[in-house]
């Protein structure tokens, strides 16, 4: 349990989150599904930075494990891959999804390969987006500092973080990811200072810690490292990054707002990546370094300073959480409700997204809550998903490279099929430990993509003009 000040810091900012939030709440200008859902398409560079930073960067907890745990390497499995596909969609990505003036992947995949791929597409859509490992880390912080049963904890700060959204749709998910973005960044500023000022410089961690936290690989050997560039192409399907691509207010916004964001996310993996390091080096017997960082605050920030650093540990959380549940309510709202009951009438959208949200809240409580896993809910749901949307996805905006749209569904059912039936080898085959031929599910699940997209090519390509 946090001391009184501390714990008022934290209210107050939930309060303040909450008040800005539902600000918009019944306006006449959140009213049509386009205000509702991309704020009427008039996002400007810096708030487009600020809500693309914060919302990819929900797993801090995980990061602080992985980063006390393995060292420098953190910047490789959870920075690297993800910069360099971050800019592959910057250059090749951004500017054409930004010209179709859609609102959700489902969408484009119904305006090039039509209704059967497009609901496939949504149902994967749904399963990425599905909130329930970051609820999971809300809960796991709800608990630390209030001493409330985890369940409980989950349910409070998933109802929360969907109370506003639901108020105030994509608006309320910017002006509070604003907030979050100055929140996450002073708090991990502040709290390496503090370090530095007590613990000292490079040389003190050099001596303090195992020589392999300073070895590029943190001793997981390169093929481990290797595999976190292809987990990372998952990136060119992140929904977070269409969203905001269909609601930049034009073209020059996204290529270099999403440039931009790469340098704050190379900044912010500096101060993460060395708060896990000063963790490990100061308190290197902890039980459970997932809480890494919220030790080490306690050991080093004085009253105030602690509950602000807590804050912006609740910021960095909660930015993904409201961003990923209102992506998770379009698909079912928009993508399936209305399109299914109702797509004649795009001002019932809106009704549509808000059952969404309440269908999005069930569902990441409910796995967040049986899951208990953080890594293991993103890497089955990731898994499953990423083999399913990349290549029809990313093929869809070219003319060239695009598949048939027949193929493009057998595609989207094989990856995911594949890479489920294959995550199931490793309770077949409970003696091994691992998957079989110790190969993970997301990379024969790309396999098998792969040979049908090359196959649709080559037979293509034979196919009478």
């Known amino acids: 349990?946090?001391?009184?000040?501390?714990?008022?810091?934290?209210?107050?900012?939930?309060?303040?989150?909450?008040?800005?939030?539902?600000?918009?709440?019944?306006?006449?200008?959140?009213?049509?599904?386009?205000?509702?859902?991309?704020?009427?398409?008039?996002?400007?560079?810096?708030?487009?930075?600020?809500?693309?930073?914060?919302?990819w960067y929900g797993g801090i907890l995980g990061v602080g494990e992985f980063s006390y745990r393995y060292g420098i390497s953190n910047w490789l499995v959870f920075g690297v891959p993800y910069y360099v596909s971050a800019i592959i969609f910057a250059l090749f990505i951004a500017k054409k999804a930004q010209r179709q003036s859609l609102y959700t992947i489902p969408q484009q995949l119904d305006r090039v390969y039509g209704r059967t791929p497009s609901l496939l597409?949504?149902?994967?859509?749904?399963?990425?987006?599905?909130?329930?490992?970051?609820?999971?880390?809300?809960?796991?912080?709800?608990?630390f500092f209030f001493n409330w049963p985890l369940w409980l904890s989950i349910i409070i700060g998933a109802l929360f973080s969907m109370i506003y959204v639901y108020a105030g749709g994509f608006r309320s998910v910017v002006k509070t990811d604003i907030l979050q973005f100055v929140l996450m960044f002073s708090g991990f500023l502040m709290i390496l200072i503090f370090c530095v000022i007590k613990?000292?410089?490079?040389?003190?961690?050099?001596?303090?810690?195992?020589?392999?936290?300073?070895?590029?690989h943190g001793g997981?050997?390169?093929?481990?490292?290797?595999?976190?560039?292809?987990?990372?192409?998952?990136?060119?399907?992140?929904?977070?990054?269409?969203?905001?691509?269909?609601?930049?207010?034009?073209?020059?916004?996204?290529?270099?707002?999403?440039?931009?964001?790469?340098?704050?996310?190379?900044?912010?993996?500096?101060?993460?990546?060395?708060?896990?390091?000063?963790?490990?080096?100061?308190?290197?017997n902890l039980a459970n370094p997932v809480s890494s960082y919220l030790d080490l605050a306690n050991a080093?920030?004085?009253?105030?300073?602690?509950?602000?650093?807590?804050?912006?540990?609740?910021?960095?959380?909660?930015?993904?959480?409201?961003?990923?549940?209102?992506?998770?309510?379009?698909?079912?709202?928009?993508?399936?409700?209305?399109?299914?009951?109702?797509?004649?009438?795009?001002?019932?959208?809106?009704?549509?997204?808000?059952?969404?949200?309440?269908?999005?809240?069930?569902?990441?409580?409910?796995?967040?809550?049986?899951?208990?896993?953080?890594?293991?809910?993103?890497?089955?749901?990731?898994?499953?998903?990423?083999?399913?949307?990349?290549?029809?996805?990313?093929?869809s905006f070219s003319k060239k490279w695009r598949m048939r749209p027949r193929n493009a569904g057998l595609t989207i059912v094989m990856g995911a099929a594949v890479s489920f039936l294959w995550s199931l080898t490793k309770t077949v085959f409970p003696g091994q430990g691992n998957y079989l031929f110790q190969l993970e599910p997301i990379y024969p699940g790309l396999l098998i993509t792969v040979l049908i997209y090359l196959a649709d090519k080559i037979l293509l390509s034979k196919s009478p003009k």
Not at 19 to 40: C, N, P, R, V, W
Not at 269 to 280: P, S
């Open 1 to 55: 349990m946090l001391p009184f000040i501390d714990t008022t810091i934290v209210i107050i900012y939930i309060v303040f989150v909450f008040y800005l939030g539902i600000k918009h709440y019944g306006k006449k200008e959140d009213q049509s599904a386009s205000d509702f859902l991309l704020g009427g398409r008039r996002l400007t560079l810096p708030a487009f930075v600020a809500t693309l930073v914060t919302t």
């Open 121 to 143: 597409g949504a149902f994967f859509v749904f399963i990425y987006t599905t909130p329930a490992a970051y609820i999971l880390m809300l809960g796991v912080l709800l608990q």
């Open 199 to 216: 613990f000292g410089g490079l040389q003190y961690l050099k001596e303090t810690l195992p020589a392999r936290h300073f070895i590029w």
């Open 220 to 284: 997981q050997g390169a093929g481990y490292i290797i595999m976190w560039f292809f987990i990372a192409l998952s990136t060119l399907t992140e929904p977070a990054f269409y969203q905001r691509c269909f609601a930049a207010k034009d073209e020059s916004v996204v290529k270099k707002g999403i440039l931009v964001s790469v340098i704050f996310w190379i900044c912010f993996d500096f101060l993460t990546t060395f708060t896990g390091l000063y963790a490990r080096a100061s308190l290197p």
């Open 300 to 395: 080093v920030l004085p009253p105030v300073l602690l509950g602000l650093f807590f804050t912006g540990l609740i910021a960095t959380i909660m930015s993904t959480v409201d961003s990923y549940s209102l992506l998770a309510a379009m698909t079912i709202g928009r993508d399936y409700l209305w399109r299914l009951i109702d797509n004649k009438d795009e001002t019932r959208i809106q009704f549509y997204t808000r059952i969404g949200l309440i269908i999005s809240a069930v569902a990441g409580i409910i796995i967040a809550i049986f899951g208990q896993s953080v890594v293991t809910i993103w890497k089955e749901l990731g898994s499953i998903s990423t083999p399913a949307l990349l290549i029809p996805v990313i093929s």
